[in-house]
């Protein structure tokens, strides 16, 4: 049951021939409201105005308990499903990828109000950070199909990564926790984990043209075009529905603040010590590892070897803006 029910199997395949929104389905928004922000009463006042305004029936269905964001994102599915309605998520980068995989392959379109610091997800369809904007946009929007990423079969919608990455992360949590979430912020703590010595991974990457062994103290798998442009890497690959991975040969840590600053002026593809290439499934081995632990989309998990990358065999429904005005690509 859904809305993706009038289309071929050919259409879902490729991604096109998406149906129109009727503009009265029943809303069901799926708001992370224990992530620590303290705006969570404001951004609710907000959907609410707006939509009562619109005269749209909807149901919030808040969680204070992130343990509960998957259940309660399947309870939204099902209620989607039984009254052809859409999910909406809103929230950080987490939020999103928790309900875009509740909402992956379950025929219900799916909209966001994204409200984590970069953003790229929402930015690369349009999709504004300010909430008032990105529901209006959704209000008079249309469904596109959506490539997503997927690791040992979760969902990632931006990027998943072993090794340095991770810990870059990590350490970037920490530091936004102690002195406030900003683009400074993130960039410092950059810059002091660089510090610590980082360990090489034995990697071993076997693709549909054959195998590589390589030494490396990261490997980040992205499935964002907005996300590559700004650190300079080529994203023609994702065009063709392919994921992209870069990955890093063994570097000092001199180097690695060389990388850093490429990245910031968007120019890490010319860097020789960077490798990256596309790719539909890719099976990673790790020497030495059963475990490693992985980031998808910020969020940091434990997860056993060995890792297979692949491109999802389905579209995630994506309910996108149709006015230009709303495209964000600074």
């Known amino acids: 049951m859904g809305y993706l029910s009038p289309m071929t199997s050919s259409d879902q395949r490729q991604g096109t021939g998406a ?15 224990g992530s620590g922000r303290g705006d969570a009463q404001v951004l609710q006042d907000t959907i609410r105005g707006i939509l009562d ?6 149901t919030l269905m808040p969680v204070d308990d992130p343990t509960h964001l998957t259940e309660t994102a399947q309870d939204a599915v099902k209620r989607a499903q039984d009254e052809k309605g859409v999910v909406i998520a809103a929230g950080g980068d987490g939020t999103l990828n928790a309900v875009a995989a509740t909402v992956l392959g379950k025929g219900v379109p799916f909209g966001i109000l994204p409200q984590g610091t970069f953003n790229y997800f929402g930015r690369a369809y349009g999709i504004s950070q300010e909430t008032d904007v990105a529901l209006r946009g959704f209000l008079q929007g249309h469904i596109e199909p959506v490539r ?3 690791l040992n079969g979760r969902l990632f919608l931006v990027n998943a990564s072993l090794g340095l990455y991770p810990t870059l992360l990590e350490d970037r949590e920490a530091y936004k926790q102690r002195f406030g979430r ?9 810059v002091v984990t660089l510090l610590r ?8 990457l076997e693709e549909k043209g054959g195998v590589r062994d390589l030494r490396t103290p990261t490997l980040v798998v992205g499935n964002n075009k907005l996300q590559l442009e700004h650190v300079g890497i080529e994203s023609e690959d994702l065009e063709r529905d392919r994921l992209v991975a870069m990955t890093v040969k063994p570097v000092g840590t001199l180097a690695l603040y060389g990388l850093l600053m490429r990245g910031l002026f968007s120019r890490l593809g010319e ?3 960077v490798i990256s290439f596309g790719f539909q499934r890719m099976t990673v081995r790790i020497r030495g590892r059963h475990r490693v632990k992985v980031a998808m989309d910020g969020e940091i998990s434990w997860m056993n070897t060995p890792l297979e990358f692949k491109v999802a065999e389905e579209k995630l429904p994506l309910v996108v803006p149709a006015d230009p005005q709303y495209l964000d690509r600074s």
């Open 182 to 190: 900003s683009r400074l912020v993130a960039l410092w703590s950059g």
């Open 19 to 33: 149906p129109s929104l009727t503009g009265q389905e029943p809303l069901f928004i799926v708001l992370n409201t």
């Open 148 to 150: 997503v990423g997927q």
């Open 197 to 204: 010595a980082p360990r090489q991974l034995r990697l071993q």
């Open 53 to 58: 305004e619109a005269g749209r029936r909807y």
């Open 271 to 273: 860097a020789e010590h």
